[in-house]
């Protein structure tokens, strides 16, 4: 009786290294694929036969079984490319993919955009994100990221804002808009943009009414005047600035406004002039223009308006955002790639294609921003590599082999030992 469970002993051994060299052969297949996470199987010793019954010890083996093949998520080894859509993941998590056969997750960042703008996988399926507002400003609202529009319309201006100091020390003048260069104290010009998004050239010219007290006149040429005259200055709007004693800036009193520029713009465009947050408004002249005894200067101007554009290019940031960049200079973020975490990653099951699956041991996927809450920080024109190490694995290899050797041993001396049981009859 002992010597034919010897023989199911070694069977069992012959089968447990035979799957270990499939979980190894597997790993080492994979040793290329992007993302691919190496697995280990692991074993269990059978039921063992007591020779005392419920009292313990003096137990017979029985052999071994396979219990478990368990992936390691490790961090593989990140390649930098030279694909804008190569995206790869450090740390825990896993992207978010939208399959045919519902939400799956992996870690192969080898993405790339099809024909219709979507961010797709090789396999073309959808990678999910959380998509821009209007603004460009991400929002919580998760749905596959798109390019959609290549083009932006234009955008009229609708505030110049701006970051700069007034000469306390100029002498007072009366403005003249016939005369604007030699009845100011300052001039600066800024360009802004009309409803149709054409460039208008708008010169601020500052003059001093008193102390701490001054005038700014909003012009434009006549070429672009609706009913101007070409070299003829024609004011679209004023207003004043008040500052108090420190030289920091009191208020700001806005007059005329209504930009009336020729060959199809609309009429009546208001543009707004921001100057910083002034005392009146509740801020404490620290981020507001100045009059101090220095030279007059505009130090920076920006404005919120922009001619029509074509997509130029696309980028995605260590952020996971991607952004696209126009030919007018502006730029737009468009959706930031979603990570999605599991309590237990060896849980998930694996689909093929790269793919996995939750499942009830997996638990279910948390998913948020790259960077936060305990999931991994991305990097752009990035691939992650596999985690198999070919010299763990040959080793692994040899030892597999070593037990299968020992267990034909086993066996082989098993079945010598019954040889010599059925010859004692000779």
């Known amino acids: 009786m002992g010597l034919l ?7 069992s051994g012959l089968a447990a290294a035979g799957t270990s060299m499939g979980v190894i052969g597997d790993n080492i297949a994979n040793a290329g694929t992007h993302g691919f996470k190496r697995s280990r199987a692991e074993f269990q010793d059978m039921l063992a036969r007591s020779l005392k019954g419920i009292d313990g010890g003096d137990q017979i083996g029985s052999g071994t079984k396979l219990a478990h093949v368990t992936a390691q998520y490790t961090q593989g080894s990140i390649k930098r490319t030279e694909n804008i859509t190569d995206i790869a993941l450090n740390g825990n998590g896993f992207f ?20 219709d703008g979507q961010l797709v996988t090789g396999d073309g399926y959808e990678v999910m994100g959380f998509q821009a507002d209007d603004k460009g400003k991400i929002t919580a609202k998760q749905a596959p990221i798109k390019l959609g529009n290549t083009t932006v319309p234009a955008t009229a201006t609708k505030e110049v804002e701006f970051s700069m100091n007034v000469d306390s020390r100029e002498k007072n003048k009366v403005f003249n808009a016939l005369d604007p260069e030699n009845t100011s ?3 600066s010009s800024v360009t802004v943009y009309d409803n149709i998004g054409t460039q208008r050239v708008v010169t601020m010219y500052f003059n001093k009414l008193g102390p701490n007290q001054w005038e700014y ?11 101007g005259v070409d070299g003829q200055m024609v004011e679209m709007a004023n207003g004043q600035l008040q500052f108090d004693s420190k030289g920091r800036l009191q208020q700001e009193v806005p007059g005329q406004n209504a930009f009336n520029f020729n060959n199809g713009a609309a009429a009546g465009q208001q543009v707004s002039f921001n100057f910083g947050e002034s005392i009146a408004e509740g801020g404490d002249g620290s981020q507001a223009s100045t009059q101090y005894g ?4 505009i130090a920076r101007h920006t404005q919120d308006g922009n001619s029509a554009a074509t997509l130029s290019s696309l980028s995605f940031n260590d952020d996971g955002v991607l952004t696209a960049s126009y030919d007018n200079g502006t730029s737009r973020d468009i959706a930031q790639i979603a990570i999605a975490k599991f309590e237990n990653n060896e849980g998930l099951f694996k689909t093929g294609k790269n793919l996995l699956k939750e499942t009830r041991k997996s638990g279910q996927p948390a998913i948020g921003q790259p960077g936060k809450d305990g999931r991994g920080q991305v990097y752009s024109k990035s691939i992650e590599l596999s985690n198999v190490d070919i010299a763990n694995e040959f080793i692994d290899m040899m030892q597999a082999q070593r037990n299968f050797q020992a267990n034909t041993r086993t066996i082989t001396t098993s079945d010598q030992m019954l040889q010599e049981v059925l010859n004692i009859k000779r």
């Open 5 to 11: 469970s010897s023989f199911n002993t070694g069977v």
């Open 96 to 115: 978010a993919i939208k399959s045919p056969f519902g939400q799956a997750y992996t870690r192969d960042g080898a993405f790339h955009f099809d024909k």
């Open 185 to 187: 104290n300052f001039n």
């Open 217 to 227: 006149h909003a012009m434009v040429d006549g070429k672009d005047a609706a009913g």
């Open 294 to 297: 220095t030279t007059s200067s």
